[in-house]
């Protein structure tokens, strides 16, 4: 095989706390995120909600060092990938590409134009698939893939999850292996698996194979991990007020103190780096709850990162993508079962410019212009009127 192209896909996170309110504005404004029944309302509220939240989110940024770790964390994987595929004989090229921030999909699709691959694989930084996570990146690339016909030239193949992947199994037993052999009893630890929540609607109305990949993933862990420990899997980083995969991490952290559980494992799952969800959210504000519920002793396992099993586990995706036939954007996500499509235009989103960032605040500038008009009957339209 000639030259081998992989695209990385992740989050992104705010290099800068400056970065933090255009980020959260980017995440907001995609329909995979905030799932609206009107379009038109998408930017607006998006402006409305990254502008509430981005002094609380500056907050958690600051707490772990002004930025997220995520660019620098998923820049040496791949370059660890890259080594690692060029050592199995591979000559093989890897790109990132952020779903919110720097480096952008769209940037990396450009350098991927340029490198005249002979194969493209599609790797999503995310163990399982989710609608709001590998489904959103892959909908993106589906889009530019569309729109360019020399794109279209470059066999491709996507890897759409890859939770079951041996080798990343034995690179999760490890890593939580080292951390329980620390307690001064270790088969009296409580290991509890900590997954990246969604709204429960994803999994129920819309058919997201998300909860089902993150249990059987847990279940394949423990197996491999093969001890006698208690576990427990729970969701964090619930956003808004709807009703998110349960149950909530920090009622089982309570639940657990309550029943005298004193030493307890967190497990990051769903996560391959960390983060802020693993450095600010679990290490700050789960550590004390649990403290204050009376656990003695909670430790952390720490993310995957550059850790050798887990680039190996990479590249085995790789290899085992190239052998199999291709899949396209159009077949990965129908191969979940019972997952409901959204329609095409509701995925008309790209990469948020300056411009449209603009659009944005006028559109919000105007809805609340209408509001005030609906509601006094004299608002600021009325006296646009008169003029
Ligand atoms: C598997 C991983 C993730 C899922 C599923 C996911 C869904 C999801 N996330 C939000 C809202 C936010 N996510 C934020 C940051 C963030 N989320 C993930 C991973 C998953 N998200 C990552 C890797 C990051 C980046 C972290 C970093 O270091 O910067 C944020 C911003 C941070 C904050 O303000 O808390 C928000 C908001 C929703 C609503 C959602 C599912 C619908
Ligand atoms: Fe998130």
Redesign the pocket.
């Known amino acids: 095989m000639g030259r081998v192209g992989v695209l990385l896909l992740?989050?992104?996170?705010?290099d800068e706390l400056e970065d933090v309110r255009p980020?959260?504005y980017n995440?907001?404004s995609d329909p995979?995120?905030?799932r609206l029944p009107v379009s038109w309302l998408q930017k607006p509220l998006a402006w409305l909600i990254s502008t509430a939240?981005s002094r609380?989110?500056q907050e958690?940024?600051k707490q772990i060092g002004g930025g997220?770790?995520?660019r620098r964390i998923t820049e040496e994987q791949a370059r660890a990938l890259k080594q690692q595929l060029e050592a199995e004989g591979q000559d093989a090229r890897v790109y990132v590409g952020m779903r919110y921030w720097h480096p952008f999909t769209e940037e990396a699709v450009v350098r991927i134009k340029r490198d005249q691959l002979e194969k493209l694989v599609i790797l999503p930084l995310?163990p399982?698939f989710?609608i709001?996570?590998s489904g959103s990146s892959f909908r993106i690339l589906e889009r530019i893939w569309q729109k360019d016909p020399a794109l279209q030239k470059i066999p491709y193949t996507v890897i759409p999850s890859w939770y079951d992947e041996p080798a990343y199994l034995q690179a999760m037993a490890n890593l939580i292996a080292q951390e329980l052999d620390k307690f001064s009893q270790p088969e009296q630890v409580h290991i509890f698996f900590s997954?990246?929540?969604?709204?429960l609607s994803?999994v129920e109305e819309a058919g997201d194979p998300?909860q089902y990949e993150i249990e059987e993933c847990t279940r394949l862990i423990m197996e491999t991990l093969n001890r006698p420990n208690d576990h427990t899997l729970a969701y964090q980083?619930r956003?808004?007020p709807v009703e998110w995969l349960k149950p909530y991490t920090e009622e089982a952290i309570e639940n657990l103190g309550k029943q005298g559980v004193k030493d307890l494992l967190v497990v990051p799952i769903?996560?391959v780096?960390e983060?802020?969800?693993t450095l600010q959210e679990i290490d700050i504000e789960y550590r004390e709850l649990a403290e204050a519920s009376g656990i003695e002793n909670f430790h952390r396992v720490p993310a995957l990162n550059t850790d050798a099993t887990f680039i190996q586990a990479l590249t085995n995706c790789v290899e085992n993508a190239l052998e199999s036939p291709d899949r396209g954007f159009a077949e990965v996500t129908p191969l979940k079962k019972n997952l409901k499509m959204y329609p095409q235009e509701r995925w008309e989103w790209g990469m948020t410019t300056t411009a449209e960032v603009w659009n944005g605040r006028l559109a919000m500038l105007g809805f609340v212009a209408l509001m005030i008009e609906l509601i006094s009957g004299a608002g600021p339209l009325h006296f646009v009127g008169l003029l």
């Open positions: 992740n989050l992104g996170g705010p980020f959260l995440l907001f995979e995120i905030i939240r609380k989110s958690n940024y997220s770790p995520l995310y399982h989710s709001s996570t997954a990246h929540g969604v709204p994803y998300y980083s956003v808004g769903s996560f780096s983060h802020i969800e």
